[in-house]
């Protein structure tokens, strides 16, 4: 890092090969990208990072908070989705309660991350939603 070779290092821990062994460490890496690199280096980082610990871990949940940090909205979204619909066919928790989760999550991060632009999965979740008020 003194020597401003950071970007061999980065360059290093999200390529494919390093992020699946056990010596790779996300949090430490997007720290030093926190401390060092502007807002757009951490974005494309953290991205990076969220997409190989997504392919090569299937760790959902770190690539959750790579992806919050790159500001992939729609990818947090459209993640906490696919949980919420594996949670009502595999473990057979309550539609409703699994959706008004969902609608809170993302709501809460959208409001978090000032996001003004409203996309299609956020659409769905509210029309699912408001036919899920209609109906009690």
Not at 104 to 123: E, G
Request: glycine content about 2%; hydrophobic content about 40%; proline content about 0%.
């Amino acid at each position: 890092i003194t020597k401003n070779d950071f970007e061999s290092i980065i360059e290093q821990v999200t390529s494919q090969n390093q992020i699946g062994e056990q010596s790779c460490n996300w949090k430490e890496t997007l720290a030093y990208v926190i401390a060092y690199e502007d807002s757009q280096k951490l974005k494309e980082v953290a991205k990076a990072l969220g997409d190989q610990l997504l392919k090569a871990r299937k760790d959902i949940n770190s690539a959750i908070v790579c992806y919050i940090l790159s500001n992939e909205l729609d990818l947090v979204t459209d993640l906490w989705k696919k949980r919420a619909l594996f949670q009502i066919r595999k473990q057979g928790v309550d539609k409703n309660e699994a959706l008004f989760h969902l609608f809170q999550k993302t709501i809460l991060l959208r409001t978090a991350c000032k996001a003004t632009h409203s996309t299609q999965d956020i659409d769905l979740i509210l029309v699912d939603f408001a036919e899920f008020l209609n109906a009690e």
